[in-house]
Structure formats: structure tokens, C-alpha cells
């Protein structure tokens, strides 16, 4: 409940920041279109003032003003366009304003264009904004009042773009801000699923204990009793399940604190030239009698020349093992196990495959993380996420890596890269 308080908290906090960051910008906005305004209107009127004076430039426009009004000719830009944009140009760049715009000339009485900038566009131009009437010298010699307009091309970008300033150390501490929030919940979600799992594994391990503290406990007693009565042979009996049950609960500790050591000082391996083929077949010698109980078969391929190689004997088999016993959980009633190696690239390639139940594309990034297990398998096996986490520490501390191949329903194969 407090970590969905606190993000509510936080989105509110981001919310609330955001919008006080769009409200400075809007008014930021607005008093840039004021400066903005009083600087065109301050243009606009020096330019009407250098127009009104007498000379080759007015005396063009009255022409062509004059010509447009009485004979009706049709083309709106004329080559005194250019010269009254350049004039308009060098007025707002004075002024601070470098906007890309267009210029229209109207008689005031109606909205006819006499005179135009080669930027003007009818269906865009806005002639209510920016507008100044042209001085009595113009007045006097066309004989009616005209009107320049002005209008620039997307003013609000413009006034955004005057005030970047502003607007990117803003912008970019919105996406910083709203970038720790994402990490916040996904550090959060991966926390929510580390519970999860760590949950799932101290129910596990529970009950992984539970069952050969029971049986060491309960054969304890009778160990007792029977010791009081002499019976020493069934005495014995009730020893040896307490020493077989003693084992399990060692080899789970182990399991654990194997791992647990590797993660904390992985680097000091016992490396040591070993005959990789040798350990194979001692593997084999381990896992036969159980494939042969199930009617299944176990195949070895052994192909690197030469197979030895500077390993941590141990670890790698124990490795191995957990491949290997894997295989075996997760294979039908008859278990098809095969066994290769070979030597590419100056590296020791060991395969394990088997013809078992697979693994979905989706689990296969997810198998090598500490206590994950794969949920929904349709197969009844105990453990604690740990194997293919060992074994990827082990690989990885040998300076390897693995490779995993797998098909849902078709089986699993998983290849140590081992170099030299």
C-alpha cells in the first residue's frame, strides 16, 4: 500500500510540476508576442516613414500601385516587392526579430491586393494582426489611402523559439524527471517479483528440509528404542535412513552455499588441466542406471581432440550434473540424453540435448536467473531455481559462456563454451 502511495504521490507531484511548467511557458509566450508586437508595430511604422519619402523607391510603388488599381493587372509581385521586403527585413532584424514573413499592400477601402511579397499566400495570410498606413506623399499621388499588412509565417514556433532558453532546460527536466520515475517503478515491479521468487523459494527450501528433518527426527526415536532392546540390526536400519536423509539436507545447503560463494569471490577457481572426457563418462557411469530405469538411452559423442583443458574439475562437473539431471526431470517416460563435444576456435564446446518438453522462447531469457523456475511446466519436480544459475556462474567464471537452444514439446539443448 505505501509503495502505491508514494507513486501516486510522485505521478501527482509530476503532474502538478508539469503544468505549472506549461503555464510559465504560455506566459512566457505571451509577454514575448507582446515585445514581439510592440517592435513590428515600431518597424512597420519606419518603414511607411521611408516610403512616404520622395524618390526612385516611392515613385515605383505609386506606379505600380496606381497601375494595379486602374488597369486591374494581375501580378501581385513586382520587382519593387523585393525592395520593400529587403526595407522590411532590415527594420525587424534592427529590432531583434529575424521571423521569416510576407507583406501584403490594400487600398483601405476594400481588401484587394495591389502589391504582394513573393512568401504571400492568400488562404494563410492574416491581414488583421500587423498593418500600417502608407504616408500623404503615396496618399497625394495615387489618390486613395492604402494599407501595408504584415504577417509572419507560424508566430507561436517563432515565440517558442525565442524563448529556448527557457524552454529546453524545462523540457529537459520533465523527461529527467519522468525518466526516474519510470526507473522507479521498474525498480519497484523487479522488487515486487524478487519478493516473489524469494518467497517461493523459502517455501521451497521449507519444505525441501521439512520432509528429511521429519524422517531423521522420527528415525531418531526409533533408533532409540530399538538400541534400548538390542536389536542392533534394526537399530542400524534406522541409522542409515537418518545418514541417507542427513545427505539431502547437506546437499541443499550446500547447493546454496555453492552459489552464494561463487557470486562473492567467483574468480578463485581451482583450475587445473582435466580430461573433459573422463569426467564425461564418469557423468555417465552417475546417470545411466536411472535413463536405463526409464527405458531411455544416453549417447555420447565425444569429438574434442585433445579433450583436456585448465578447469575448476569440480565445479564443472558439478555443472554437468545439473544438465544432466535436468534432462532427466524434464524428459518423457523415456529419456533420449546425448552427450557431445568438440573443439572450434581454439574452445572446448560441450553439449547436453535431450528430446524433453522444451522451453518457450519466452522462459529461455528468464532460466538462468537465481530461484526462477518455470511456472506451468506440466512436470512434478522439486528444487530451488538454482541448477542453470549455478551452472551459468560456473561457465561465466571460467571466462565461457552458454548457449541455450530450445523448441516447446520437441526438447532442450544447452552448449558450455569453454576456451582454453
Do not use: W
Request: a positive charge; charged letters at 25%.
Amino acid at each position: 500500500m505505501t509503495r502505491h502511495l508514494i507513486t501516486g504521490i510522485l505521478l501527482l507531484s509530476l503532474s502538478v510540476l508539469t503544468y505549472v511548467q506549461f503555464r510559465l511557458l504560455m506566459s512566457g509566450v505571451r509577454l514575448e508576442k507582446q515585445r514581439f508586437d510592440l517592435r513590428t508595430e515600431d518597424a512597420l511604422l519606419a518603414v511607411s516613414d521611408t516610403l512616404n519619402l520622395p524618390g526612385s523607391r516611392s515613385d515605383a510603388l505609386i506606379d505600380r500601385l496606381k497601375i494595379r488599381q486602374i488597369e486591374g493587372d494581375t501580378v501581385l509581385v513586382h520587382p519593387i516587392s523585393d525592395s520593400i521586403e529587403a526595407l522590411l527585413k532590415r527594420e525587424l532584424v534592427h529590432r531583434g526579430i529575424r521571423a521569416d514573413f510576407a507583406f501584403a499592400i490594400t487600398p483601405v477601402f476594400n481588401g484587394q491586393v495591389l502589391l504582394a511579397s513573393k512568401g504571400y499566400k492568400p488562404d494563410k495570410f492574416d491581414f488583421g494582426k500587423y498593418q500600417a498606413r502608407l504616408g500623404n506623399h503615396i496618399i497625394g499621388n495615387c489618390h486613395f489611402e492604402s494599407v501595408l499588412h504584415f504577417d509572419v509565417f507560424n508566430l507561436f514556433g517563432y515565440l517558442l523559439g525565442q524563448l529556448r532558453n527557457l524552454l529546453v532546460p524545462s523540457v529537459l527536466s520533465l523527461l529527467a524527471i519522468l525518466s526516474c520515475l519510470l526507473l522507479l517503478l521498474n525498480i519497484l515491479k523487479k522488487e515486487r517479483q524478487l519478493n516473489a521468487i524469494k518467497n517461493d523459494f523459502i517455501n521451497n527450501l521449507t519444505h525441501e528440509l521439512k520432509t528429511p528433518a521429519f524422517s531423521i527426527s522420527l528415525s531418531n526415536k526409533m533408533a532409540k528404542e530399538y538400541l534400548e532392546k538390542g536389536d542392533l540390526q534394526r537399530a542400524k536400519g534406522f541409522l542409515q535412513i537418518i545418514e541417507k536423509e542427513n545427505a539431502k539436507v547437506k546437499a541443499h545447503v550446500e547447493k546454496v552455499l555453492e552459489l552464494a560463494s561463487l557470486e562473492s569471490a567467483y574468480h578463485n577457481l581451482q583450475k587445473a588441466p582435466t580430461s573433459i572426457h573422463a569426467m564425461i563418462k564418469e557423468l555417465e557411469a552417475e546417470f545411466l542406471p536411472m535413463v536405463m530405469e526409464r527405458n531411455g538411452t544416453m549417447t555420447l559423442h565425444l569429438r574434442a581432440d585433445p579433450d583436456t583443458t585448465k578447469v575448476d574439475a569440480a565445479h564443472l562437473k558439478n555443472a554437468l550434473r545439473n544438465l544432466l539431471d535436468n534432462a532427466l526431470k524434464y524428459s518423457h517416460a523415456a529419456p533420449v540424453i546425448e552427450i557431445s563435444t568438440e573443439r572450434k576456435d581454439k574452445q572446448l564446446l560441450i553439449a547436453v540435448s535431450d528430446q524433453g518438453i522444451g522451453i518457450e522462447p519466452a522462459q529461455q531469457k528468464l532460466v538462468f536467473d537465481k530461484f526462477y523456475r518455470i511456472p506451468g511446466s506440466g512436470v512434478q519436480t522439486k528444487g530451488f531455481g538454482l541448477g542453470l544459475s549455478y551452472v551459468a556462474q560456473i561457465v561465466s567464471a571460467h571466462g565461457g559462456k552458454i548457449l541455450l537452444e530450445s523448441e516447446k514439446g520437441k526438447g532442450t539443448k544447452f552448449t558450455l563454451i569453454i576456451p582454453n
